[in-house]
């Protein structure tokens, strides 16, 4: 997640749309006084090997701290602050009204089908896993993190979801958008990083109840983006 004051957007980062790729690409563009959330080792010791920002102004001031979030700290020990998946609900409470307002706030979204395999993938790569019939029914599918990160009541509550599909777009509109003085471009590496083991398409894969069981997970972003399988 960044929250950037000197080009003034939010960046509200979904699972398995390329979001460390793009929050590393947004990091070269960041001021002294935005906020960049940590990222996994491996990636934060990869954007500090380009030479671009890090991982900075995330924790929340103590002088925020309410008497819940102060328990908290004393139970744990642990610094409260913004986070790599954190929610646009979440980020609205701790940032003033007139940035949320006028801040220009995205993400991305996926094809719920393409998503799920990259999950299903993903998921296994510490692990031996089940059938993909399975894994569903066991309701790991739901658990990778999209719609309600950026939505509230139902409906988006950004300004833009742009399209994993349509990066190229993306990349050009938010160029412009943010008024930059270049395109923004991925990394190359963690382009490299795609973890599905088939290159095989996703119609490929799914059997139809397969697809009719993500058909109902995945009912909203269906409905909001007009996906189809």
């Known amino acids: 997640m960044i929250i950037s004051h000197k080009h003034k957007f939010i960046f509200i980062k979904t699972e398995k749309t390329a979001g460390t790729s793009f929050e590393i ?29 890090g991982c900075q102004n995330y924790q929340f001031p103590l002088s925020d701290y309410t008497k819940k979030d ?18 646009a609900t979440e980020i609205q409470q701790h940032i003033p009204q007139n940035n949320w307002n006028s801040y ?9 089908f393409d998503k799920f395999l990259s999950w299903y993938y993903w998921s296994g790569k510490d692990e031996k896993l ?18 309600d990160l950026y939505s509230s009541g139902g409906a988006p509550i950004v300004n833009k979801v ?11 509109d938010l160029s412009i958008t943010l008024n930059l003085a270049e395109k923004i471009s991925l990394p190359a590496e963690k382009l490299k990083g ?7 398409h996703y119609s490929e894969i799914l059997s139809k109840e397969e697809a009719e069981m993500l058909s109902k997970i995945f009912a909203r972003e269906i409905a909001f983006f007009d996906y189809r399988f």
């Open 25 to 53: 690409a947004l990091s070269k563009i960041c001021g002294p006084d935005d906020i960049i959330t940590p990222l996994a080792k491996r990636d934060e010791d990869y954007r500090k090997s380009l030479g671009i920002r």
């Open 70 to 87: 102060w328990y908290f700290f004393l139970r744990n020990r642990q610094r409260l602050g913004f986070y790599n998946h954190i929610s």
């Open 104 to 112: 220009y706030k995205f993400c991305f979204e996926r094809n719920p």
């Open 130 to 147: 089940p059938s993909i019939a399975e894994f569903i029914a066991q309701g790991r599918a739901g658990l990778v993190k999209g719609f």
């Open 162 to 172: 742009y399209r994993f599909e349509e990066m190229d777009a993306a990349l050009e």
């Open 194 to 200: 795609h973890t599905r083991k088939t290159s095989k």
